[in-house]
C-alpha cells in the first residue's frame, strides 16, 4: 500500500509539470495586455512601462516561466497583478469554503446514490426500482445551480430554515457551519448523487447474481450479512472509480454554486480573477485545483485496493 | 445449466418490455427535441413578443393572459425569452460538439495511428486537461478569448474535445491491428486511405453516443457559464441569463426560475434519454426489430400433479433425504409460469452418495438449489415434500431455513473460482460460517480453519488460509470450498458439477477427498453431474434426469449392465471408453426440449428410437426396487439382457 502511494505521488510531479507549463503558456497568449486593464485608458507611457517592468513582464517567457516554478515549489504562488494579494494566500483563504461545500456534497452524494442504488438492486424491476431509475435519470439532467435556486426559494425564503445566502466558517460555529452548508451542498450533490445510484445499482445488480453471493446463502449465512458484506464490498469496486472522478465534477461545480449562495469561496475568485485578467491568480487557482484532485485520486485509488486484494501490488 | 436456458427466456421477455420502453422514450426525447429545434428556427415569427422589449411598468408580473408566463425583472416577456432561449441552446450544442468532434476524432485519429511521440506528448496533455476540472478549464480558457456565447462555446468545444480524442484513438488502437487493416497496408494503401476507409467506419456507433453524452453536458455547461456571466451575455436571452437574472429576485418572485430551469432539464433529460437507448441499441448490435419468435408449443397438461405418480419411493430407514413428488416452476416471458422440475422423488441414506446425471438443462441444479430453498427470484416450488433429517424444508420459514443451510446441508458449487468470495481470504470465509453458524470465538474459528484446510489435503494450510481465492489454483479453491461446506458437519451434502471446472488429474484427487471425507463425517451426498464415468466412480445410485424429471432410478451396476430406460441407453452408449477406440461415438439426436415446451406425454418420445403410440400420454415413474419412467421398459430389459 505504502509503495503505491509513493508511486502516485511521483506521478503527481510530472503532471503538474505540465499542467503548468500549460497554464503559464496558454495565459501568457492573453489577447489583451493586462497592463492597459490596470492602469486605464488614463495611464501614460512612463507608468505603462513602470507597471509592465514591475510585473518582470519585460523579461522573456521562458525565464518567467521558470521564475515562477521556482518560487511555485516552495509554496509561492506569486501576486496578483491587482492588489498586491499573495496569490497562495488568498487561494488558501478560500480553500476550506470550497473544500467543505465539495466535501459535505460528496457525503451526501454517497449517502444518497449507496441508499438509492442498493434498494433499487435488491428489488430490480420493482416500483422501487423503476422510482430510483427514473429519479436519478431526472437527477442527472437538473442542473446543480437551478436545483440551488430552487431549494432557497422554497427552503429559505419560505420555511426560513437555512440561510439563504453566506457561508460561516466551521471554526466560528459548526452549527452555522452545517446550516450554511447544507442547501449548496445538496444542491451541488444531486447529480453525483443520481450517477452514484446508477453505478451502484447495476454493479449490486451484477454481483448479487455471482456463484459467491448463492454459496454464501447456501452456507446459510444471513441474508442481510450477504449483501451488506459479501455483495457490497464486491459492488463498491467500480463504484470507488466512479466516485473519484464524482469528486472532480464536484469541484467544477462547487465554482458555480458558490455564486447562486454568495459564497466566497475559489469561484468567486476565479471569476473575479478572469474578469480582470488576473494571470498569476489563474495560474495559482488551476495548480491548486489539479494538486487536489490528484490527492482524491491518491485517495481512491487507495480505497480501491483496499476492496479489492487483486488490485494490490503483491 | 437449466439455469442458463430459463434465464434466457426470462431476459427476451425483459428485452421486449424493455423495447417497448425504449420506444416511448425515443418517441418523448424526439420531440421534445424537435419542438425545440423548431422553436429555435422560427423564434422570430413565434415568440408573442421582442425578446429584449422592456417595459418597466410591467416589471415582475406572474403569468397572465397576456404574458402566459409573465414578465421578468425589466418587464420582458418571459415566452419570448424562453423561446428565443431555444435558438442559443441549439446554438451552443451545436457549436461545441461540433468544435470538439472537428478538433478531437481527427487529432485521435492521427496519433493512434502513428503512435510514438506524437502520441505520448499529446495523451499526456490530454490527461493534464482532464485532471483540471472542467468547468474550471472552461474558465481559463474564457481568460483568454474573453466572454460571449461564441467564444464560450470555443472553450467548451476544446474541453470536450479530449473525450472523442480519447475515443477515437482507442478505437484506432484496436483496430490497428486488425488483419484487415494490415493486410489493406500490404496491399500498399496510404494511411490516409486506410484511416477513412477502413477504420473510421468503426469509430461511427461509439461516436454517436459521445455526441449526445456531449449535448447534454455542453447544454448544461453552457447554462452554467450563462448564469455566471462568463457565457452568454445580457442583455441576450439565454436560459442561463435568464436564470442569472431570475437568481437575484428569488424572495421576490421564484417563479422567474421555472421556466428556463424546466426547458433546461426537459433538453438534456431528452438528449440523455436518446443517448441511453442509441447505447442500448448499439449493445445489442442494433437489432432494435427484434422478431418475435413463434410460441412453442405448450403442453397443456400444465400441471402434472404428483398423482400422476405411479409407483413411490422405497422407504428406508436411515434416509437423510427423502424428496417426493417435487415441482418447481419459474416464471418466464410475459409473466407466465413453467414447470421446470415435476414430479421429483429421489431419498438419500446416510452415508450414501446419489448421482443425479443428465444432459445440460435437465434440471439438475435446480433440484439441489430447491432443497436449500435457493431457486431464487422468479422461481418456487409449488408441490412436494422435501424431508431433511425427518423435517419438513417446506414448510419451514426463511429463518428457519438458515438455520438448516450450512449446519444440516451444504453445497459445493462448479467453478471453485467464483463461488469463493474476491474480496476476503479464504480463511475469513470458512471462519465467517463457523462465527455465525456456530458461535465460535475469532480464536477458535481460525484454530478450526486451520484443521479443516489442513483435513482438506492442502499443505502448509496457516499460510493457505491468509490467501486470496485469486491466489488458488482451481483444485485447491475447490478445497477451500468443500472445507467450507464441511465446517458445520451437515448431515446432506449437495455436490453440483464439483469436478467440471478442474484439470482432468486434479479431478480423481477431488472425487478421492469427497469418499475420504464421507466415510469420515458419513454424510450423505447429493452428487450433481453430467459425467457418466464420474458419477460410476463416486456414486451407489443414480437417478437419471430428463426434462425435469427423474426418467431411472437404479443401483450404480445395475443401471450400468442393464438400462431400462431409452434415454439412459443413450447416454451410456454416448460414453467415451479408455478402451474402446472405434469412431464414431453414437450420439443422442436432437437436445433437451425445453421448460415450455416438452412434449405433453414422455417427454422423452421426440428424441426415441422405440417410441409408440402410448408414449404421447403421461408415463408414471414404474417399479419398486429400480424406477423406470417408459412403457416399454420391460422389453428394453430383455433386450439388454439377451
Known sequence: MLRLVIQRLLALIPLLFIVSVLTFSFTSLLPSDPVDLIIGDTGTHEQYEMVRERLGLNEPVVGRYFKWLGKAAQGDLGTSFFNSVSVTGAVMQRLPVTLSLTAVSACIAVVVGLAAGIVAALRPRSWVDRFATIGATIGQAIPNFWFGLILVAIFAVNLRWFPATGFTPLSASPWDWLRSVTLPAVALGLASSAAIARQVRSAMVGVLQQDYIRAARAQGLPARRVIYKHALTNALVPVVAVLSFQITVLLGGALIVEQ??????????????????????????????????????LATDVIYGLLNPKARPS | MTLHSIDKSVSRAGRSRRLNASFVITVFAGSVLALLVFLALFADWISPYDPLQQNLIDAMQGPSAVHWLGTDDLGRDVLSRLIHGCRIAVIAAAEATSIALILGVPLGLFIGYRGGWWDWIVMRLVEAVVSIPGIMVAIVIIAILGTGLHRAMIALGILFSTSFLRLARGVVLAEREEVYVRSARVVGASDSRILLRHIFPNIAPPL?????????????????????????????????????????????????????????????????????????????????????????????????????????????????????????????????????????????????????????????????????????AGGRTTHGSIMLNGKELRSLTERQMEQVRGNEVAMVFQDPTTSLNPAFTVGNQIAEVLRTKKGFSQKDAWDRVIELIDRVGIPRPEERAKAYPHELSGGMAQRIAIARALSCNPSLLIADEPTTALDVTVQQEILDLFRDLQDEFGMAILFVTHDLAVAADICDRISVMYAGEVVEMAEVDGLFSAPRHPYTRGLLSAMPHASDRNPPLPTIRGSVPRPGSWPAGCRFSNRCDFRTGSCDQRIPLAGTERLVRCVRAGELEREGAR
Open chain 1, 260 to 297: 447562486v449562495f454568495a459564497i466566497n469561496g475559489l469561484g468567486t475568485l476565479a471569476i473575479t480573477a478572469v474578469r480582470q485578467q488576473d494571470i498569476p491568480m489563474i495560474q495559482g487557482l488551476v495548480l491548486v485545483m489539479v494538486a487536489l484532485v490528484v490527492i482524491v485520486q
Open chain 2, 208 to 376: 454517436i453516443v459521445q455526441i449526445t453524452l456531449t449535448v447534454g453536458a455542453v447544454l448544461l455547461a453552457e447554462a452554467g457559464l450563462s448564469f455566471i456571466g462568463l457565457g452568454v451575455q445580457p442583455p441576450n436571452a439565454s436560459w442561463g441569463t435568464m436564470l442569472n437574472s431570475a437568481a437575484s429576485y428569488m424572495d421576490l418572485d421564484w417563479f422567474l426560475a421555472v421556466p428556463p430551469g424546466i426547458a433546461i432539464i426537459a433538453t438534456v433529460l431528452s438528449v440523455n434519454l436518446l443517448g441511453d437507448v442509441i447505447r442500448d441499441a448499439i449493445g445489442r448490435g442494433i437489432a432494435v426489430k427484434v422478431k418475435p419468435e413463434t410460441p412453442a408449443a405448450r403442453f397443456d397438461a400444465v400441471v402434472p400433479a404428483a398423482s400422476t405418480a405411479g409407483a413411490t419411493l422405497p422407504e428406508r430407514e436411515d434416509d437423510v433425504l427423502r424428496v417426493e413428488g417435487l415441482q418447481v416452476m419459474i416464471s418466464s416471458r410475459d409473466g407466465e409460469e413453467v414447470p421446470v422440475i415435476t414430479d421429483l422423488s429421489l431419498g438419500i441414506a446416510k452415508g450414501e452418495t446419489l448421482g443425479l446425471v443428465g444432459e445440460s438443462g435437465s434440471g439438475k441444479t435446480l433440484t439441489g438449489l430447491s432443497i436449500l430453498g435457493l431457486i431464487g
